[in-house]
């Protein structure tokens, strides 16, 4: 079964960090491109970042919002994707999903990870 | 960014009805749009991709429409479990976004 299950989820107070992770089954990990897309509570979805795969150079991408507080990484040994977040703000409360990007792009996120909620606050 | 405008962002209808979600770029995507189904408490789901294209799994009485900036999602006969919030996303460029979603409630 093709299967996303994040971890790393909690409370964390402003101007705090937190590592995300994500792992990864049932499909070849490192062929695809990997996003993280929130959503924070009563709203809508908001896309985070991406990482590509070996053959793009694990090259990034980040919405604007992130400013260079978010980094993603991954470990194609272990099938695992991570998002380590430095100087949170409340406003980065939301449910993070880890989500399966494309593997030849560009293709809609078709896995889902059950989303792991980050609540930042004093 | 490309940004996307969803309407309307709240729908009432019936069990039977025929829906039409609307859904705008702020400039050309060609086919690179796709449809989700979200849930409470839930994931999103994958309904459409490339604009008009049947994720497997999903049932034929959803389907898609459109390209470049004017886009639609159709369900022909609306049934008790396609009642939930349908995002569209745009994924033609290094910056992804999704509209602000449509939920579609018990009239």
């Known amino acids: 079964e093709v299967q996303l299950v994040e971890s790393g989820g909690g409370l964390v107070q402003p101007g705090g960090s937190l590592r995300l992770s994500c792992a990864a089954s049932?499909?070849?990990?490192?062929?695809?491109?990997m996003d993280w897309v929130r959503q924070a509570p009563g709203k809508g979805l908001e896309w985070v970042g991406r990482i590509r795969k070996k053959a793009n150079s694990y090259t990034t991408e980040y919405a604007a919002f992130v400013k260079g507080r978010f980094t993603i990484s991954r470990d194609d040994s272990e099938n695992s994707l991570y998002l380590q977040m430095n100087s949170l703000k409340t406003e980065d409360t939301a449910v993070y999903y880890c989500v399966r990007g494309p593997s030849h792009p560009p293709d809609a996120f078709d896995i889902w990870g059950q989303g792991t909620m980050v609540t930042v606050s004093s | 960014d490309i940004q996307m405008t969803q309407s309307p962002s709240t729908l009432s209808a019936s069990v039977g009805d025929r829906v039409t979600i609307t859904c705008r770029a702020s400039?050309?995507?060609?086919?690179?749009l796709a449809w989700y189904q979200q849930k409470p408490g839930r994931a999103p789901k994958l309904l459409i991709y490339?604009?008009?294209s049947l994720q497997s799994g999903v049932p034929s009485r959803f389907s898609g429409s459109g390209s470049g900036t004017e886009f639609t999602l159709t369900i022909s006969s609306l049934q008790p479990d396609d009642f939930a919030a349908y995002y569209c996303?745009?994924?033609?460029?290094?910056?992804?976004?999704f509209g602000g979603g449509t939920k579609v409630e018990f009239k």
């Open positions: 996303q745009q994924y033609t460029t290094y910056s992804l976004t």
């Open positions: 049932g499909f070849i990990f490192s062929d695809h491109y």
């Open positions: 400039q050309s995507i060609s086919s690179w």
């Open positions: 490339k604009a008009s």
